[in-house]
T-cell receptor, first 112, second 114 residues
Framework: DVKVTQSSRYLVKRTGEKVFLECVQDMDHENMFWYRQDPGLGLRLIYF???????EKGDIPEGYSVSREKKERFSLILESASTNQTSMYLCASSSGTIYEQFFGPGTRLTVL | AQKVTQAQTEISVVEKEDVTLDCVYETRDTTYYLFWYKQPPSGELVFLIRRNSFDEQNEISGRYSWNFQKSTSSFNFTITASQVVDSAVYFC???????????FGSGTKLNVKP
């Protein structure tokens, strides 16, 4: 079974803090994704990566950056957290030959 | 532009009722893929089905069935004899030829009451 894990289920941070969200997958998938989920808006893509050190902006990249130094790990960074970044963050991965995305359990981030 | 619309925000049914979740999509690609995911209260999205644009056959898996109609750009999901465990948020999604990028609908919350 594909396993996607995220470093925290719940996180509380203060405005202006630098926040790291970590995601690890164990199935050697090429593609990894970060989404945020907000009520009524579904899932919106922040960034994705199709290879180590490669990244592409999604639909809402502002205020975020990412890092992929190893194939299995994809990090989302909030350089200076703001209250409007309070949300559920979902990580996913997929193989180039298997199309569905496999999701982690999510991190519910609250920025005070 | 790629877009997925799930017009039903929330549906409530009583156990054993049948329920259909609607999904309408927009795309200019001739090759594309459609997906349904389930998000139970625990939060993790669970993959249910993938369909490619060249395969319009309906699919049945136990109590679940999917109706794909290119003519109306719809990919609807029916649960027969619903159960309380079906309570979740269901997302429809679309990916184009470049399947790296998924477009999700806003989700339909299904409440199945005993």
């Amino acid at each position: 079974d594909v396993k996607v894990t995220q470093s925290s289920r719940y996180l509380v941070k203060r405005t202006g803090e630098k926040v790291f969200l970590e995601c690890v997958q164990d199935m050697d998938h090429e593609n990894m994704f970060w989404y945020r989920q907000d009520p009524g808006l579904g899932l919106r893509l922040i960034y994705f990566s199709y290879d180590v050190k490669m990244k592409e902006k999604g639909d809402i990249p502002e205020g975020y950056s990412v890092s992929r130094e190893k194939k299995e790990r994809f990090s989302l960074i909030l350089e200076s957290a703001s209250t409007n970044q309070t949300s559920m963050y979902l990580c996913a991965s997929s193989s180039g030959t298997i199309y569905e995305q496999f999701f982690g359990p999510g991190t519910r981030l609250t920025v005070l | 532009a790629q877009k997925v619309t799930q017009a039903q925000t929330e549906i409530s049914v009583v156990e054993k009722e049948d329920v259909t979740l609607d999904c309408v999509y927009e795309t200019r690609d001739t090759t594309y893929y459609l997906f349904w995911y389930k998000q139970p209260p625990s939060g993790e999205l669970v993959f249910l089905i993938r369909r490619n644009s060249f395969d319009e056959q309906n699919e049945i898996s136990g109590r679940y069935s999917w109706n794909f109609q290119k003519s109306t750009s719809s990919f609807n999901f029916t649960i027969t004899a619903s159960q309380v465990v079906d309570s979740a948020v269901y997302f429809c999604a679309l990916s184009g030829y470049n399947f790296n990028k998924f477009y999700f609908g806003s989700g339909t919350k299904l409440n199945v009451k005993p």
